[in-house]
């Protein structure tokens, strides 16, 4: 609230989205999903509008998608994450892989979901990502089907 305060007295437009975006994704922590998620897509589409240089905010959004199983809004966001991670943007680069796995399997191609899992386990390990390693990781052994790859990475 504070944020969206800021950005509208001190007229920082650019700033909106994400202070839109914060507020959904507080909104949908505390179980207000349908709101939360209304003002969270409203801040995406402001960031995408202003050209947000980061995809880290994309990201955010569809995992929160990913885990209110909201899988077509998270793929929505993926897709503007992953014109980031393409032109070099890597930071957040495991996460993304690891979201798409999660898409993937939704859809039912474990094959692609095993490849994006493996792909994310060895970004992190590059970058000595812990955080996203740790999430990868669990994943993986949470997910487990028999004769995935994952199981024998």
């Given at each position: 609230?504070?944020?969206?305060?800021?950005?509208?007295?001190?007229?920082l437009h650019y700033w909106r989205g994400h202070a839109e975006l914060f507020a959904g994704l507080a909104?949908?922590?505390?179980?207000?999903?349908?709101?939360?998620?209304?003002?969270?897509?409203?801040?995406?589409d402001?960031?995408?509008?202003?050209?947000?240089?980061?995809?880290?905010?994309?990201?955010?959004h569809a995992d929160a998608c990913i885990r209110a199983g909201r899988t077509e809004e998270a793929a929505r966001s993926l897709?503007?994450?992953e014109l980031g991670f393409a032109q070099g943007e890597l930071w957040m680069g495991a996460e993304l892989l690891r979201l798409r796995a999660h898409?993937?399997?939704?859809?039912?191609?474990?094959?692609?979901?095993?490849?994006?899992?493996?792909?994310?386990?060895d970004l992190a390990?590059?970058?000595?990502?812990?955080?996203?390693?740790?999430r990868i990781e669990q994943d993986m052994a949470r997910l487990a089907r028999p004769g995935a790859a994952v199981r024998r990475a």
């Open positions: 609230e504070e944020m969206t305060q800021l950005t509208e007295s001190e007229e909104a949908v922590a505390e179980g207000r999903a349908a709101a939360g998620f209304a003002l969270a897509r409203t801040g995406i402001r960031l995408e509008d202003s050209h947000a240089f980061s995809n880290a905010w994309y990201i955010v897709a503007l994450a898409l993937r399997l939704a859809a039912g191609d474990g094959v692609a979901a095993d490849a994006d899992f493996a792909a994310a386990r390990r590059r970058q000595e990502a812990r955080l996203f390693l740790e």
